[in-house]
């Protein structure tokens, strides 16, 4: 519940920002940089996760608070957000890295299925169909061949993968926001 209204709350506010800059390639690059400085923030933590002790929260309006940020965050950057939810689920649950892809799993569909329903809702943007088709096959097969993977593997072994994946998002992102700002 938290996730779907942060997800509607941040698609708003990237919509803000877009519209304040009067500059697409601006908004762009914020939310780049914006992606790889929390990331950095991910790739930290997950280094340091054995020094960190969880909170454990069963509390359920806190729960729904976190789900709300979670949401709106990565509404507001245009990604499922699993690297940032993995993080959270980590610290405020206690979740293991396995356990907190399921549940990231939920947060991502309900903070993106509402802003996908507001999207419809508002008139579907022109789009390269190609282009689509071969992010669901991609997402289907990921989908498919990702639990096959991780079941393969041991916590240690996804959380090495996990990393990687973290700095390849960094560095996407620092890429991303310098192209927006014509640097590249």
Do not use: H
């Not at 990231?104 to 509402?114: A, E, K, P, W």
């Amino acid at each position: 519940m938290g996730a779907a209204i942060g997800g509607l709350l941040g698609k708003q506010l990237f919509d803000w920002v877009r519209v304040a800059s009067g500059d697409p390639n601006m908004a762009g690059a914020v939310q780049s940089f914006v992606l790889a400085a929390v990331t950095v923030g991910v790739l930290v933590f997950t280094i340091q996760k054995s020094k960190i002790k969880p909170f454990n929260i069963e509390n359920t309006t806190v729960s729904l608070v976190i789900g709300f940020l979670l949401g709106a965050l990565s509404a507001f950057l245009g990604i499922g957000g699993g690297p940032i939810n993995l993080m959270i689920l980590y610290l405020c649950f206690g979740l293991n890295s396995k356990e907190a892809a399921i549940n990231s799993i939920y947060i991502i569909l309900f903070s993106q299925g509402v802003s996908v329903a507001q999207t419809i809702f508002k008139g579907i943007p022109e789009f390269v169909w190609l282009a689509f088709v071969m992010m669901v096959a991609g997402g289907v097969i990921g989908g498919t061949v990702g639990p096959i993977i991780s079941k393969k593997l041991s916590l240690k072994g996804v959380d090495k993968i996990y990393l990687c994946m973290v700095v390849g998002i960094i560095l996407i992102s620092i890429y991303n926001g310098m192209s927006y700002l014509g640097v590249l």
